[in-house]
């Protein structure tokens, strides 16, 4: 069984910042690609930000020079430094993970549970 674990979502008046973590926990071999997705009131959900094995990233236009999105390898963990927050980024965010378990062996798309993010004075 694996989990994404998100964690860092809240209220924010614009311009401030917060930070989103996701920590993949279980029975894990291998963990690639990571990204954070957000899904705002009645859109799509969209990618914000992605981070490979390797260490490259990218993002959406609409957070280039304001989001960050880094990892911790050891701790299966990536995180989503947001930074001159607008209302627009106001969305529930989501953490997605490429695993292969160790059960299965077998690459597998895996999703956390959703952490709000609300921008507004």
């Known amino acids: 069984q694996v989990q994404l674990v998100e964690s860092g979502g809240g209220l924010v008046q614009p311009g401030g910042s917060l930070r989103l973590s996701c920590a993949a926990s279980?029975?894990?071999?291998?963990?690639?690609?990571m990204a954070w997705y957000r899904q705002a009131s009645g859109k799509e959900r969209e990618l914000v930000a992605g981070?490979?094995?390797?260490?490259?990233?990218n993002y959406v236009d609409s957070v280039k020079d304001r989001f960050t999105i880094s990892r911790d390898y050891a701790k299966n963990t990536v995180y989503l430094q947001m930074n001159k927050l607008k209302p627009e980024d106001t969305a529930a965010y989501y953490c997605?993970?490429?695993?292969?378990?160790?059960?299965?062996?077998?690459?597998?798309?895996?999703w956390g549970q959703g952490t709000q993010v609300t921008v507004s004075s």
């Open positions: 981070i490979t094995a390797d260490g490259s990233t």
């Open positions: 997605h993970a490429l695993v292969v378990p160790t059960i299965t062996h077998a690459l597998s798309r895996y």
């Open positions: 279980g029975s894990i071999s291998s963990v690639y690609g």
